[in-house]
């Protein structure tokens, strides 16, 4: 009696599930499973659920399909589940068990698939890799977005030595000749110039910094700053001199090009003054 009521649930919850009704799929598998606990009643389970994301539950009725799978013999049942616990474990940003789990399905698969169907295997089993690798990608950007935005408001507080720690953060990430920038200039709003000098350079010395061109003229202009502050007034007059000639033949920073000017002729004179008292 209990196993017709099991199979009336199942079967309601397909017609559910092929409905696209996932919460009333969800209802009637989960009775189904209650009474008489059935592979396929948690496959589908796992599909409903996750597509009402509830990733964190999905997972948990894939490994209750997976458990119930004979254990005598590998199969390509074991293979499908092991690729959809690989996309739970995506969709909750657990990359290190959903690639666990398609390196598992990957070599399962050569040992139970044959011809068209391991072709096939191979061919979604890679393309599951692509999306994985993509997933983690976006993540990775978010956080970093995150993070910059954290250094940027610390910034601006003018809690410099807080936005060197975040931007440091950042940088063992990510090489963006922005976070150098933004990190030059806190050292340099410290007096650190050494240290400002190291940073900013890296956007000069970088051919990324040749499609960038404000950040460039920037650099520029900060590294003339920088230089003059450390007594190096030649180098200091060399970068605001190639600040100028990118602002004219860019048209960019054109809000800057005074500020190159005075500062290149307080350096000049200071450079003059320097040589006169040696």
């Given amino acids: 009696m209990k196993k017709k009521e099991a199979d009336i649930a199942y079967k309601n919850g397909k017609e559910a599930l092929r409905n696209h009704e996932y919460s009333e799929a969800v209802d009637y598998f989960e009775e189904s499973v209650q009474i008489s606990p059935d592979k396929y009643a948690y496959f589908f389970l796992g ?25 005598d013999k590998e199969t390509e049942e074991h293979v499908t589940v092991l690729r959809c616990k690989a996309e739970e474990s995506r969709n909750l940003e657990n990359f290190a068990k959903a690639r666990e789990y398609l ?11 044959k011809d068209g169907k391991l072709e096939d295997a191979r061919e979604d089993i890679e393309a599951e890799r692509r999306q994985l690798k993509n997933a983690e990608s976006q993540v990775k950007t978010r956080h970093l977005e995150a993070l910059f935005k954290e250094g940027e408001d610390m910034e601006r507080r003018k809690s410099y030595r807080e936005a060197i720690e975040v931007y440091t953060r950042c940088l063992a990430e990510s090489q963006a000749l922005l976070l150098y920038f933004h990190r030059g200039r806190c050292h340099q709003s410290l007096q650190q110039f050494v240290e400002a000098i190291s940073d900013l350079k890296k956007c000069e010395e ?33 970068r605001l001199k190639k600040a100028f000639d990118r602002i004219k033949s860019t048209y960019t920073c054109q809000s800057l090009l005074d500020d190159v000017i005075i500062n290149y002729k307080m350096i000049e004179r200071r450079m003059m003054v320097s040589f006169a008292e040696t």
């Fill in 103 to 113: 390196d598992l399905a990957s070599k399962m698969a050569e040992r139970v698939l």
């Fill in 47 to 71: 599909e409903a659920l996750g597509k009402l994301n509830k990733h964190d539950k999905a997972l948990e009725a894939f490994d209750k399909t997976y458990e119930l799978i004979s254990t």
């Fill in 206 to 238: 970088s051919p990324d910094a040749l499609r960038e061109d404000k950040l460039l003229i920037e650099s520029y202009f900060w590294l003339g700053i920088c230089f003059a502050e450390v007594g190096e007034f030649k180098l200091a007059l060399a």
